[in-house]
Structure formats: structure tokens, C-alpha cells
């Protein structure tokens, strides 16, 4: 490469994954002048852009089944989004494990500024880490004295001032609201600081919340978890772990079916919220609004009937229409009896990903069609939005703090 010109050398290095240019930059002066310089910084993450938003799903398969990284416009994941992103996590360190204690598989608890929260062990973490899955930075949280069980976690990250990097992250465990009127009406949590290095133990007094819930939450990058109401079903717990509040907020009215479960909620890139519900009659997605006598309100920003949804993608509707698949709805007794369960939304592109008789579809707003993304799955899937700010993100150090849980 030393005979070609710059341009040339600049248009093969753009082309690298992320994780591979710090290599380059060790072999020539040269190459490191070109990467380190403004002009190709900017050039660089502005063409890797289309592939840096989209959702990671993780599916509740048997153990060994990895993370994947799915950008949602395109029929599958592209050879570009395959090569920027370790979807898989392997190079996060791991641990033999046994069937069913599953302690050395590596579990996505959250997304947020380009970064991961990930956990070794699913029900009973023993090990916490915040990496970068497009550099493949990562750091390993100090273990907790006393590990919890089945916690969910949030990460959110504190910026410089001139904002191109971060100064701090913090990681927050919590546990689900059915165990807050159990903790003596408390929000019980688990926070660790990058800034301090240490984990500390809180207990915040939530609000009395006439509402019951029984799903895991659906997980914002803003650093806020959101519980879907059962009881009654049109209510919206929000919970922030940047300054610990927690707030219920109106959910739109089912169309047909008041019994069905089959919805989500998701943020959006730069802000704003979207809620999606699907039962046996209509699907509908509607956007948060701020305003009116409430303070709140939905808008509705798409409908389609089940029908018509059916004769615009013929091919997932014989999947979902399989006698064996139907039979097993019967037998299941699943709720709703939609056609497609919703699984999450994107978070900068106008798409709901959705499972389709255990394949997962993005199904697109614009276009009312779906693509498989994710085939075979069978089992429960999470969805993560993600997206990669067009910079390098760089994971703080750690200040070194003796390992205590403090009580504050």
C-alpha cells in the first residue's frame, strides 16, 4: 500500500470495521496520520451512519445462541453491519457453563450512548460489563457482596462539556414493581459509579401506583425503564435512573380485544416515545404528544387492518396461518389471538419489529410490508435499540475505590 496515494488508501481504510483501525494505525506513520486526522474521522463514521441504529435481539434460547444485531431497513443484515458490529460479544471474557445455571453466557441488559450493559448469568448475574460492540472496548464492574437476583439494570452516561466524549457512566439494578409494595414501598436499588468506583446500595420511596404489572420492562436509552400496565391495562410506569423518579403516564384505549398483552413501547431517537399495540382486529402505532388538559396525549400515526396487513405479506401470513402453529396457539391459550406479536420499536427508522410464527420481521410503517431479519427463534426474544453516535466512544476508566456497599 506504500505506492498508492492517499485517496486510495484513505477509501480501503473506510472500509474497515472500527476494532481494526487502532491495529493500522500501529503498522505505518502514515496510516496513523490519516485516521487520526478530522477529515477522515468525520468521513469515516458518517458512511458507516446506516449501520450504526437498529435494535440487538436477543433470543431466550438454549444456552450457546448469541446476540444479534439487526438495522431493520434491509431484507437481512448486510455484509457492512456484520463487519462494524460483534453482535455475537465474544470478546467479552466467558465462563464454561452447565445447562441450567447458564453463569457463563453473556446477557444484554440495556443499550445507551453506543455503549452495552451486559451481564454474565441471566437470573442470578455474577459478573457485570459495559463494552463497545463496534471497538470491542470493555470493562468489568466490580462484583457486588452480595449479587441480586433477577434485577433489571439501566446504564446512562454523563458527557464533557464539549460533549464529543463521556466523563462517567453509571450502572443502575433495580427491581420490578410488583416487589416495591413488598420492600416497604421501596424502589430497591444497586448503583455503581465510574466516577467513584464503588456500588451503593438505595432505597427510594416510589409514589402509591394503582397499577399492577407483570412483563419484564421495555428499556429506553434515555436511561428510563417502562412498565406496560395489566391491571388496568391503559397505564404507563416510568422509572429514570438519572434522577431516580417515577411517574405514571396514560396509555391510548385497546381497539377490540381488552384482554390482549400483545404490545411495547419504545423510545425514539432524540426524543419522544411509541407505543405499539396489535390484537385480532387492528394494529396501530401512536406517538407521545405533550400538551392538552392532561399534560399528555397519544397521536395516532398508523392503522392497518389485520386483513389488510394479511394481503400485503402473503408469506408471513401462511407461516402464521401453519395448521400445526394454529394448533398450538389453541393449546397455549395465547392471548389476543393476533396473527403477530410485537416485540419493539426502532429507534431513528419508522419501524415495529414483530414476531412472525418464531421468525422475527421488521415491519415497515411507510411501506406496511414486512422482511425477515431473524429466522427460527421459537423462543421469547428482547429487543435492545442501539445506536452508535457518528464519533468513537470511548469507555471511561474506572476510578479505584476499596470494594463496599454503602447505604445512602
Given at each position: 500500500m506504500d505506492r498508492l496515494c492517499d485517496n486510495i488508501v484513505e477509501e480501503i481504510l473506510c472500509r474497515l470495521p472500527a476494532k481494526y483501525l487502532h491495529r493500522v494505525r500501529a503498522t505505518a506513520r502514515r496510516y496513523n496520520l490519516i485516521i487520526l486526522s478530522p477529515e477522515f474521522g468525520a468521513r469515516y463514521w458518517e458512511s458507516h451512519a446506516p449501520y450504526l441504529s437498529g435494535v440487538f435481539l436477543q433470543s431466550n434460547r438454549p444456552w450457546g445462541q448469541h446476540s444479534r444485531f439487526l438495522a431493520g431497513p434491509s431484507d437481512r443484515p448486510s455484509t457492512a453491519t456484520r463487519s462494524v458490529f460483534a453482535s455475537d460479544l465474544a470478546f467479552l471474557p466467558r465462563l464454561p457453563a452447565g445447562p441450567p445455571a447458564r453463569d457463563g453466557e453473556i446477557f444484554i441488559m440495556h443499550a445507551a450512548a453506543g455503549l452495552l450493559l451486559c451481564s454474565r448469568g441471566e437470573y442470578k448475574a455474577v459478573q457485570y460489563y459495559v463494552c463497545n460492540p463496534v471497538s470491542w472496548q470493555w470493562v468489568a464492574l466490580p462484583e457486588l457482596p452480595r449479587p441480586p437476583t433477577h434485577l433489571s439494570g439501566l446504564l446512562s452516561v454523563t458527557n464533557n462539556r464539549d460533549g464529543s466524549s463521556i466523563k462517567c457512566f453509571q450502572v443502575a439494578l433495580f427491581n420490578h414493581p410488583s416487589g416495591w409494595n413488598q420492600n416497604n414501598g421501596c424502589l430497591d436499588l444497586k448503583v455503581f459509579s465510574s466516577a467513584t468506583g464503588r456500588w451503593a446500595a438505595k432505597s427510594i420511596r416510589s409514589p402509591t401506583i394503582d397499577v399492577v404489572t407483570h412483563a419484564p420492562p421495555f428499556l429506553g436509552q434515555s436511561g428510563t425503564a417502562y412498565w406496560i400496565g395489566y391491571s388496568p391495562m391503559d397505564k404507563l410506569i416510568a422509572y429514570n435512573s438519572l434522577n431516580h423518579t417515577i411517574q405514571v403516564l396514560p396509555l391510548p384505549s385497546r381497539v377490540r380485544d381488552t384482554t390482549a398483552l400483545n404490545r411495547c413501547v419504545g423510545e425514539r431517537q432524540g426524543g419522544g416515545l411509541r407505543y405499539a399495540h396489535f390484537d385480532f382486529s387492528m394494529f396501530q402505532v401512536?406517538?407521545?404528544?405533550?400538551?392538552?388538559?392532561?399534560?399528555?396525549?397519544?397521536?395516532?400515526?398508523?392503522?392497518?387492518?389485520?386483513?389488510?396487513?394479511?394481503?400485503?405479506?402473503?408469506?408471513?401470513?401462511?407461516?402464521?396461518?401453519?395448521?400445526?402453529?394454529?394448533?398450538?396457539?389453541?393449546?397455549?391459550?395465547?392471548?389476543?389471538?393476533?396473527?403477530?406479536?410485537?416485540?419493539?420499536?426502532?429507534p431513528t427508522a419508522d419501524i415495529i419489529f414483530l414476531d412472525v410464527n418464531g421468525n422475527v420481521g421488521a415491519y415497515s410503517i411507510e411501506h406496511g410490508t414486512i422482511r425477515y431479519q431473524c429466522p427460527n427463534q421459537y423462543f421469547r426474544s428482547d429487543v435492545f435499540p442501539y445506536v452508535h453516535p457518528a464519533h468513537p466512544v470511548e469507555i471511561p476508566a474506572i476510578t479505584k475505590a476499596p470494594l463496599e456497599l454503602n447505604r445512602s
Open positions: 401512536w406517538d407521545l404528544q405533550f400538551g392538552g388538559v392532561n399534560g399528555v396525549w397519544w397521536k395516532l400515526v398508523h392503522q392497518v387492518g389485520v386483513m389488510e396487513l394479511a394481503e400485503r405479506n402473503p408469506e408471513a401470513t401462511a407461516l402464521v396461518t401453519k395448521p400445526e402453529y394454529v394448533e398450538w396457539r389453541v393449546n397455549a391459550n395465547s392471548p389476543g389471538s393476533s396473527l403477530f406479536s410485537v416485540l419493539g420499536v426502532h
